[in-house]
């Protein structure tokens, strides 16, 4: 008896530590629903610039670990623009945090909310503070957000720059392509 049980504990050991590990591991299931790639047309607009359009391309790679890898690429008149890369995580069921690195001299790191709305869609809504490169532009803030219905996203970007507010920067509506 006391055998078996000593050589059955290494093993329901393992067990339950690879459950607990797949656990931790897995992507958070609203996350999920982000993986593939996003193409549309967005506007732009701040309180120093001219208004502008632009064609969007969003891709959030699922990495196989619990945070997917996210490069958005934008063009206007087929001209390449802004891009940018980072990672969206969940550390827990309603929360999400980003870090994002910006070509234009800005690192932007943040955190907030997801929730699902009464229409099934997943609302998120980030907050971030930007570190800026010697010669960037200042920017100060970030607001981003999101909302998924099905193949559907749209975003909205806000910033606090170059002394300005927290206004409006970027609108955009892309499906999902692939
Ligand atoms: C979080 C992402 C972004 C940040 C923080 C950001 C920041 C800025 C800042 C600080 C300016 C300068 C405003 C001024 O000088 O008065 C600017 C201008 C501009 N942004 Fe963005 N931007 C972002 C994303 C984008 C995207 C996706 C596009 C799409 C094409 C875009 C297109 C433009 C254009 C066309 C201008 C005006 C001309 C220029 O300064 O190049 N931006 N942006």
């Keep these: 008896m006391i055998w078996s049980i000593a050589t059955s504990f290494p093993t329901s050991r393992a067990?339950?530590?690879?459950?607990?590990?797949s656990e931790r591991m897995a992507?958070?299931?609203r996350l999920a629903r982000l993986v593939g790639t996003w193409r549309g047309d967005g506007?732009?607009?701040y309180p120093t610039i001219?208004?502008?359009?632009?064609?969007?391309?969003?891709?959030?790679?699922?990495?196989?670990?619990?945070?997917?890898?996210f490069v958005q690429r934008t063009w206007i008149n087929g001209?390449?623009?802004?891009t940018e890369t980072g990672y969206w995580r969940m550390p827990s069921p309603d929360a999400v945090e980003v870090v994002i690195a910006l070509p234009t001299g800005q690192a932007e790191r943040g955190s907030g909310t997801?929730?699902?709305?009464?229409?099934?869609?997943?609302?998120?809504?980030?907050?971030?503070?930007?570190q800026n490169t010697p010669s960037?532009?200042?920017?100060?803030?970030?607001?981003?957000?999101?909302?998924?219905?099905?193949?559907?996203?749209?975003?909205?970007?806000?910033?606090?720059?170059v002394g300005?507010?927290?206004?409006?920067?970027?609108?955009?509506?892309?499906r999902r392509a692939l």
């Design 136 to 161: 960037a532009k200042q920017v100060d803030r970030i607001v981003r957000r999101l909302r998924v219905d099905g193949d559907r996203m749209h975003y909205e970007v806000l910033m606090e720059a």
């Design 114 to 130: 997801c929730r699902t709305d009464e229409d099934g869609a997943i609302v998120m809504e980030t907050d971030s503070s930007v």
């Design 50 to 69: 001219a208004d502008f359009a632009y064609t969007d391309e969003i891709t959030f790679n699922d990495t196989g670990k619990p945070f997917l890898h």
């Design 164 to 174: 300005q507010g927290l206004a409006l920067h970027l609108s955009s509506d892309v």
């Design 79 to 82: 001209e390449p623009r802004h």
């Design 15 to 21: 067990t339950w530590l690879r459950f607990w590990h």
């Design 43 to 45: 506007v732009g607009c």
């Design 27 to 29: 992507l958070d299931p």
